[in-house]
């Protein structure tokens, strides 16, 4: 049954509950009637009567008193009996009809009337909420009761342009319905009315990147630079500028932003334990140790920050031929493809990493690319152009290892119900390397 159906039919049992409560009692059968005036005195002549014979068995009445009492007893049980009976008149029927038939009319008519008025019947078939993305938050918001709201914003704050809060209502309205551009430029608008908000220039930040792939290089590195400048301790310029810095493959001041936001945040909070593992994962990155590469990204404090970016030249590059094991720039260039025993697990939006790293030793991505699932079956070409750092890239490896993960969070660390495939050891420059993603991660 469609929810209309569903919500009408549960209305109708409702009205005739309600009207069955109200009528039932106007047409019920009512009689009042006097109470028997006869059958009242007849038993208040017995009680008399007895009292009177008791009396005179006990001696306390003659012969002549006992006869005189009963005469005058006799004489007003008989003027009694002489009254008309009074009879309560009944109530008319149609007084009651008419209650009855007003009602049935009234009721239905007022609710409905009042529905229309105050409710929302368009309410009934709306879509249901979708999801936000994991992760960030953000997406396509397609209400258009939602778009004509920011719409209407918009023009007033086009009529009114010097509310700087009005501004900023209308970038992060646009940042949810995914109009980047539109969001970085009402976040230029405020923060031109508010130039000491560092706050604003990380929000307009934040707008350029995600509408440039997600990535922080260029103006969104500068805007991130200027806010610093202006508050050094707001956790989200402070977690951005660790996500920029990782971004171009400066851990170590991915590590001393993260380090001072960490300080900022209380000791026991889950943001700090978040914190602590980025910390252990970059530094276990820095020093060639194991591990899985760290989050660009960490929210801090109830701050919004971008999710993980791959470095700024991870960009999809076609497949190339090989080029000689361990020349310089050597890249490595190959298929994902997805088991279809796992593509029902599969959603279009999921993210998909694919990254080359060591086989042995240090797990660190040597290059990443980052998508969705829906580019699936993909080809892909890592480079050295794509390193993290300088001092670890594909051609610079002996051997190496090629996997592709899809994670419904978009998380750059693996976590359980991840699906993934992994290559077997190929050497840097190899071509054609088919990789099926059959694994699930426990």
């Known amino acids: 049954m469609n929810p209309l159906s569903l919500f009408w039919m549960t209305a109708f049992v409702l009205a005739l509950g309600v009207l069955a409560a109200l009528v039932w009692p106007l047409m019920r059968q009512r009689r009042s009637e006097a109470p ?5 005195a007849t038993a208040i002549f017995r ?3 007895r009292q009177l014979d008791a009396e005179f068995a006990a001696g306390t009445l003659s012969v002549a008193e006992r006869d005189a009492a009963q005469a ?50 368009a309410a009934v078939n709306a ?16 209400d258009p009761q939602i778009v004509a709201m920011i719409d209407r914003l918009a023009e007033k704050m086009k009529a009114s342009p010097d509310d700087p809060n009005g501004w900023v209502l209308l970038g992060r309205s646009y940042l949810k319905l ?20 560092a706050a604003l220039l990380a929000d307009q930040a934040e707008a350029i990147a995600m ?38 493959g400066d851990i170590d001041g991915a590590i001393l932003h993260y380090q001072h936001l960490k300080s900022l945040v209380p000791a026991d909070s889950e943001d700090a334990q978040q914190l602590t593992q980025v910390l252990t994962e970059l530094d276990a990155a820095r020093n060639g140790g194991k591990g899985t590469p760290a989050p660009a990204a960490v929210s801090a404090s109830a701050a919004t920050t971008l999710p993980a970016a791959p470095p700024a030249s991870a960009t999809v590059a076609k497949p190339s031929a090989a080029a000689p094991a361990n020349a310089p720039g050597a890249g490595i260039s190959g298929r994902v493809e997805i088991d279809p025993k796992l593509a029902a697990k599969v959603a279009a939006a999921d993210t998909l990493f694919i990254y080359a790293r060591n086989a042995e030793g240090s797990r660190m991505p040597l290059a990443i690319l980052r998508g969705t699932a829906a580019e699936l079956p993909k080809s892909f070409a890592l480079t050295d152009a794509m390193a993290m750092t300088a001092a670890q890239t594909i051609s610079l490896a ?45």
Do not use: C
């Open 211 to 248: 509408g440039q792939g997600r990535r922080l290089a260029g103006r969104p590195a500068e805007l991130l630079k200027r806010a610093l400048q202006i508050d050094p301790n707001d956790p989200k310029t402070i977690a951005m500028s660790a996500a920029t810095a990782a971004e171009r």
């Open 127 to 142: 879509p249901a909420a979708s999801a936000a993305p994991a992760g960030h938050g953000q997406g396509e918001a397609t």
């Open 178 to 197: 995914g109009r980047y551009d539109e969001s970085a430029a009402a976040f230029a608008e405020a923060a031109k009315r508010m130039p000491g908000n």
């Open 72 to 121: 005058e007893l006799v004489a007003r049980f008989g003027t009694e009996l002489d009254r008309e009976p009074v009879v309560a008149a009944r109530m008319s029927d149609r007084p009651r009809w008419i209650a009855a038939i007003v009602l049935v009319a009234v009721v239905p008519a007022a609710a409905g009337l009042i529905y229309v008025l105050l409710g929302n019947p």
């Open 47 to 49: 009680d008399h009567k």
């Open 398 to 442: 002996k051997s190496i290892v090629v996997e592709a993960r899809i994670s419904k969070a978009g998380n750059a660390m693996a976590q359980s119900g991840d699906l993934r495939g992994t290559s077997l050891p190929i050497a840097p420059g190899a071509a054609d390397v088919r990789i099926v993603i059959d694994q699930v991660v426990p």
């Open 36 to 40: 028997g005036d006869e059958d009242a």
